[in-house]
């Protein structure tokens, strides 16, 4: 009976605008529920996360399966699902007036405000995030648990992956904590947004980590200067973008020696093979030789929401961020330092907001998460970028 909806279990991230989510769907007994998971309160990054019902299929006869709308404080009532394709559905409620409550919005808010930030408004002293926060309320609730999801995958591993990949909780200045997605991409790492904000909505990539470019951190009274980190960090971007450059003359070079049918095109293609090889190999040799660990600390003027970050990491490299205005207007990325700290914790630095993050892994075993192929993941996190665009 439960059969037709087969294709809805596993991880999907709702079209909630900017804000994005992460659903997990799951059989329990003869139910199967749709859980949203929702970060911990702010700052708490190593907090377990939080979840809540939005829906529940079950069996009330032999030969039909009830949808039942579980959003709301007044218990579950009659839902729908549609089934739009293999990778997507969409959930209806059918009584929505079981969302409101006795004193109109206003209650209605101060109770979503203590289960989303776990503290009341007068509590938030900072305007702007008072309107963000506003915003968030007022965006997210006219959905009233009616809703369209995108499957998502969890990103493959392999043993050369610098940790494991997964789902980590971020910290991200007045908008509270997100989800991110860290996968791992050759030379690259990348963190994609699954919950997202009014100026880097959900989906979009929100760091990306160059792993053949480690850093080397002056030592700690150094690093406490944040203009001495800015040096190292601007000098390596400036290597970054001579060698693209280079890669991009070699290219071409190829190309032109390919289109002239020229004998000499294999051996340029051999030796940027080699080449590539020998980067690879002195990546590893840089890695190996970083001491197990090292002291850290945040340069001074650098503002981080949660000031209980690691003291010692193990390795740091040159990455960028996205920064954007309000509305992901003249999105940009701009140089930044990524610091892993332990097998589930890493850090990044926004050099020119001058501001921290810290992630801290989910440590949830998702059932019927993991993509069919490496291609079939390449594909997901293409399509929920552009989606986010």
């Not at 990054?45 to 039942?68: G, N, Q, S, W």
Request: net charge negative.
């Amino acid at each position: 009976v439960l059969h037709r909806y087969r294709h809805i279990l596993g991880l999907w991230q709702p079209d909630i605008g900017p804000y994005g989510g992460l659903l997990n769907v799951v059989v329990d007994g003869l139910f199967i529920i749709g859980w949203m998971y929702l970060p911990p309160h702010d700052p708490h990054v190593d907090d377990p996360m939080r979840f809540k019902p939005l829906f529940r299929i079950h069996l009330m006869e032999r030969k039909c399966a009830t949808v039942e709308c579980m959003y709301g404080h007044k218990g579950p009532h009659n839902g729908h699902i549609q089934i739009v394709k293999k990778d997507e559905f969409s959930t209806k409620c059918n009584q929505t007036d079981h969302h409101r409550m006795s004193g109109g919005r206003q209650e209605e808010f101060r109770t979503w405000l203590r289960e989303e930030w776990g503290r009341t408004l007068e509590d938030i002293f900072h305007e702007h995030m008072q309107e963000l926060i506003l915003m968030k309320f007022i965006y997210t609730s006219q959905y009233d648990n009616c809703l369209t999801y995108r499957r998502i995958y969890l990103p493959p591993s392999s043993p050369d992956d610098l940790i494991k990949p997964g789902l980590f909780k971020g910290t991200y200045g007045s908008h509270g904590l997100e989800i991110v997605m860290l996968s791992f991409h050759g030379k690259k790492a990348k963190g994609t947004k699954i919950t997202g904000d009014p100026n880097i909505p959900a989906g979009q990539q929100t760091v990306e980590i160059d792993l053949a470019h480690p850093l080397p951190l002056p030592d700690i009274e150094n690093l406490r200067d944040f203009s001495e980190l800015s040096r190292i960090v601007l000098e390596v971007q400036e290597q970054v973008r001579r060698e693209e450059q280079e890669q991009e003359q070699r290219q071409e070079e190829e190309d032109h020696c390919q289109a002239a049918s020229q004998p000499a095109a294999k051996p340029l293609a051999g030796e940027g093979a080699e080449g590539e090889e020998t980067a690879a190999g002195a990546e590893g040799t840089t890695q190996d030789k970083a001491p197990a660990s090292q002291p850290f600390v945040l340069p001074m003027g650098v503002i981080s929401r949660n000031e209980d970050y690691p003291r010692t990491c193990r390795i740091c490299f040159y990455g960028t961020g996205l920064i954007a205005g309000h509305g992901f207007t003249s999105p940009e990325r701009t140089p930044g330092v990524f610091v892993l700290f332990d097998d589930d914790r890493f850090g990044f630095i926004w050099l020119e907001l001058k501001s921290f993050s810290l992630y801290s892994r989910i440590k949830v075993s998702f059932q019927n998460a993991e993509a069919p192929s490496r291609e079939a993941f390449d594909e997901m996190l293409k399509n929920i970028q552009s989606l986010a665009t």
